[in-house]
């Protein structure tokens, strides 16, 4: 509706997380770091926390896109899941073909085949899970049980968890103190500040095609600070209906 009028190409602003628009900030640098620094380490978990809108599930898809090809991944961007029906996804995400009757010590009797089997092909194998506060506890435990199987010096499944705040008030319950033991590594990604907000807006306008200077005033970009907060989603729904 706008393109033409501003001369741009596509949307700078649009709510899908793509990466094509990935803007170098210090928030995404540095959890970027944390997590590839702890997986080149063999930590077994990684936690990833931030406010709706903070761009968990584009950081996700950041770290999945730049992995080199020694990692083989497994990615579960709707863990509103069963136990059984999580196990059954990491499966599908290795590449195993089962029978659809097929029980659950025999899934993860196969499941623990695949990471020894990738582990002596020399890959490393990543769970990736988007929107990790809607695990159950039974789920978080069925990922913890299968993080157990290692070798005398690596684990065979490392884990990331992207998920919102309600992520650590679960992990704090009892029941759930041996997985949250196991958390080596953990990353709070923060909104935006002024002069990052004023560096990102810029980044996407340029990367859709705009080069004609500043397009939001001094003003505007107050109001746009004032009224998102900072939080990437908020400022990209804001910038469209601005535009």
Do not use: W
Not at 24 to 30: A, D, N, R, W
Not at 55 to 69: A, E, Q, V, W
């Amino acid at each position: 509706m706008y393109l033409e009028h501003f001369k741009l190409n596509k949307k700078p602003f649009s709510l899908t997380p793509n990466t094509d628009f990935y803007c170098e900030l210090p928030c995404y640098t540095q959890a970027l770091n944390v997590i590839k620094l702890s997986l080149s380490n063999g930590e077994g978990f990684i936690k990833i926390v931030g406010e709706i809108g903070t761009g968990k599930t584009f950081l996700c898809r950041l770290l999945l896109n730049s992995l080199p090809d020694d990692y083989v991944t497994a990615y579960i961007p709707n863990p509103d899941l069963t136990s059984d029906g999580l196990r059954l996804s990491v499966a599908k995400e290795l590449g195993l073909t089962f029978d659809a009757s097929i029980g659950q010590h025999s899934l993860v009797d196969k499941i623990n085949e695949r990471l020894l089997e990738l582990h002596h092909q020399g890959k490393k194998v990543v769970l990736l899970v988007d929107e990790s506060q809607c695990l159950s506890e039974s789920c978080l435990e069925a990922i913890r049980l299968l993080t157990n199987l290692e070798t005398q010096s690596d684990k065979l499944l490392q884990v990331v968890l992207f998920g919102q705040p309600e992520l650590d008030a679960k992990l704090n319950q009892s029941t759930l103190r041996q997985l949250k033991q196991r958390i080596t590594f953990s990353y709070y990604l923060k909104p935006l500040d002024p002069n990052e907000m004023e560096a990102y807006i810029c980044h996407r306008l340029a990367m859709a095609g705009y080069t004609y200077g500043l397009l939001f005033t001094k003003k505007a970009k107050k109001l746009l600070y004032k009224a998102s907060g900072g939080l990437p989603r908020l400022l990209n729904i804001l910038c469209h209906k601005g535009l």
